[in-house]
């Protein structure tokens, strides 16, 4: 191993390509039509976000939140 070589999972600090693999995504998310959204959550949010992680409703935040947008999406579609 050298030591530029990761390890346990440590994130490599000669990691020169980060910026590039970042701006890759967000070009990729914007062909298909999306878009990055950064949000404030107070701690009450982030203390039932993380209720809905424990209980299994999504494996991360991201999961979570799409989860929840879908479900309430399909609720507001059977009442219009």
Known sequence: MTDRDTTAGKKDPYDRTSSKRAASHLERLAG???????????AEHLAKLEDLKTAGYG???????RKAIEEAHARLKAIL
């Open 32 to 42: 298909a039509g999306g878009k990055r959204l950064p949000i404030d959550l107070g």
């Open 59 to 65: 494996a991360t935040a991201a999961n979570v939140i």
